[in-house]
């Protein structure tokens, strides 16, 4: 199976900072890889997939980048609202897995 | 638009299975772009895929539970459902059902989730 690895698994940010999250993953998995939020007590938000684009309703704030190995989530201006768990997850192959998880917290 | 809802037990007793259904509404399970999966959260802890369906009732599943896990369709309900056979305390989760973007012969990022339903394992 391909495990995918984030880092940091926790960070403190304040409204407005530049948030960047890393995702790394066992193997190579070309651009099959997907970000989404969590907040509490509510089910994962689809934030980007096929690892840069953009899902429907998101906002440009939100970027990724990555190929290969090495994946990046970007929050150019943290809001309120982005105060969250993060998770990366591969499709490249069977079983589906997901990164353990990026927990963002207010500063 | 489309919409998923979890529905089944909240507790289940250890050695038993656990059953949850999951109903789409808004659109059909039947569409050939996409699959259906079944995710978990323990409490406080990750996501972990268990598996995932597509209309025609091919099948995908965690090797880490395969030995217990049934997934199945019911197109003329627009329902698919989850087994877990044997189940324990580490069994313990949130479970979601999802819709999985079918891409190039193969799965792509979960777009819809349901709200989830808590399972409790206890006696």
């Known amino acids: 199976a391909i495990q995918l690895t984030q880092s940091p698994s926790s960070l403190s940010a304040s409204v407005g900072d530049r948030v960047t999250i890393t995702c790394r993953a066992s193997?190579?998995?070309?651009?099959?890889l997907a970000w989404y939020q969590q907040k509490p007590g509510k089910a994962p938000k689809l934030l980007i997939y096929?690892?840069?684009s953009l899902e429907s309703g998101v906002p440009s704030r939100f970027s990724g980048s990555g190929s290969g190995t090495d994946f990046t989530l970007t929050i150019s201006s943290l809001q309120p609202e982005d105060f969250a768990t993060y998770y990366c997850?591969?499709?490249?192959?069977?079983?589906?897995?997901f990164g353990p998880g990026t927990k963002v917290d207010i500063k | 638009q489309l919409q998923l809802q979890e529905s089944g037990p909240g507790l289940v007793k250890p050695s038993e299975t656990l059953s949850l259904t999951c109903t789409v509404s808004?659109?059909?399970?039947?569409?050939?772009?996409?699959?259906w999966g079944w995710i978990r959260q323990p409490p406080g802890k990750g996501l972990e895929w268990i598996g995932s369906?597509?209309?025609?009732?091919?099948?995908y599943y965690n090797p880490s539970l395969k030995s217990r896990v049934t997934i199945s369709v019911d197109t003329s309900k627009n329902q698919f459902s989850l087994k877990l056979s044997s189940v324990t305390a580490a069994d313990t989760a949130v479970y979601y059902c999802?819709?999985?973007?079918?891409?190039?012969?193969?799965?792509?990022?979960?777009?819809?989730w349901g709200q989830g339903t808590m399972v409790t394992v206890s006696s």
């Open positions: 999802a819709r999985l973007e079918k891409i190039h012969l193969g799965p792509g990022a979960f777009d819809i």
């Open positions: 808004g659109g059909s399970i039947s569409s050939s772009s996409y699959y």
């Open positions: 369906i597509y209309y025609s009732g091919s099948t």
């Open positions: 193997q190579g998995i070309s651009s099959a």
């Open positions: 096929d690892a840069s």
């Open positions: 997850q591969q499709f490249n192959s069977y079983p589906l897995t």
